[in-house]
Nanobody, 120 residues
Framework: QVQLVESGGGLVQAGGSLRLSCAAS????????IGWYRQAPGKGRELVAT???????NVVDIVKGRFTASRDNAKNTVYLQMNSLKPEDTAVYYC??????????????WGQGTQVTVSS
C-alpha cells in the first residue's frame, strides 16, 4: 500500500503563491500516476493536475498557466506550484496515487488534504 501526506497549504493573499507537497511512502514503485485534486466548500472534488510515472504532467484548463506539477523521485515527492492565486482557488487540496499490485489489480490511495485559503 501507498501512504500520502500533503503539506504546504495556508493563507495567502490573491496574487500570491504556494507550493504544495505530496510525500509518498510504502510501495511507491507501484505508483502509475499521482493526481492533485481540490474540493471547495459545498462543491465536489475536482481534478487539478496529474503527473505520471514517466514524468509527464497535465493541468486542467482553469489553472493552466498558473499551476505546475513536478516531482522529485529521490524524495518520493510530487509538488504543485500555484502562482497568481485567486480567491476561487480556495479549497482543500488532496493528492491521490493510482497504481497496480503485482497481481494486476488496481488501487488508489488518498492523502488527508491540506487547506489553501486565498484572501481577496
Amino acid at each position: 500500500q501507498v501512504q500520502l501526506v500533503e503539506s504546504g497549504g495556508g493563507l495567502v493573499q490573491a496574487g500570491g503563491s504556494l507550493r504544495l507537497s505530496c510525500a509518498a511512502s510504502g510501495n511507491t514503485f507501484r505508483i502509475n500516476a499521482i493526481g492533485w485534486y481540490r474540493q471547495a466548500p459545498g462543491k465536489g472534488r475536482e481534478l487539478v493536475a496529474t503527473i505520471n510515472s514517466g514524468g509527464s504532467t497535465n493541468v486542467v484548463d482553469i489553472v493552466k498557466g498558473r499551476f505546475t506539477a513536478s516531482r522529485d523521485n529521490a524524495k518520493n515527492t510530487v509538488y504543485l506550484q500555484m502562482n497568481s492565486l485567486k480567491p476561487e482557488d480556495t479549497a482543500v487540496y488532496y493528492c491521490k496515487a493510482e497504481g497496480a499490485y503485482s497481481s494486476g489489480s488496481l488501487y488508489s490511495s488518498w492523502g488527508q488534504g491540506t487547506q489553501v485559503t486565498v484572501s481577496s
